[in-house]
């Protein structure tokens, strides 16, 4: 502050002072507060509340047989990160995604990946593991 006379900083620290506490006392308060005030002190910044993210949980997608720790990332890439997600997912979406990773991909078959899915979503792991059972490579 530098310029600022010790008037001048005394009524800037009284008018914080005051509107820090909502003006609710007489100026005469503020401005005796501020004269008794450290002149070393300066105004605390408000303090922020850190953001709370929302951390998304991805579900393990190599659960689900034919999809490996390379499609599960193409899936993640994609918005697809839950056995929710997956459920939802059309296959002509799925096999756009294999398409579109290239030629290593794209003789995958997501077929019964959403069905798949949704017995993991739904925490039927006997019956995912009978399906998958009778499945080949996801097929």
């Given at each position: 502050m530098a310029g600022k006379t010790t008037y001048e900083m005394k009524q800037i620290e009284a008018y914080r002072l005051a509107e820090?506490?909502?003006?609710r006392q007489h100026p005469d308060v503020y401005?005796?507060?501020a004269e008794t005030a450290p002149s070393t002190s300066k105004p605390k910044p408000a303090k922020?509340?850190?953001?709370?993210?929302?951390?998304?949980?991805?579900?393990?997608?190599?659960v689900v047989e034919g999809i490996g720790p390379k499609i599960a990332g193409l899936l993640n890439?994609?918005?697809?990160v839950t056995?929710?997600?997956?459920?939802?997912?059309?296959?002509g979406r799925l096999?756009?995604?294999?398409?579109?990773?290239?030629?290593r991909f794209?003789?995958?078959?997501?077929?019964?990946?959403?069905?798949?899915?949704?017995?993991?979503?739904?925490?039927?792991m006997d019956a995912l593991k009978k399906l998958q059972d009778g499945l080949d490579g996801g097929k």
């Open positions: 820090a506490d909502g003006f401005w005796h507060q922020k509340k850190p953001k709370k993210k929302s951390p998304i949980k991805k579900d393990n997608l190599t890439a994609d918005g697809i056995f929710a997600d997956l459920a939802k997912a059309k296959v096999e756009k995604i294999l398409k579109d990773a290239g030629p794209s003789f995958h078959k997501p077929n019964s990946w959403p069905k798949q899915a949704k017995l993991a979503r739904d925490g039927k």
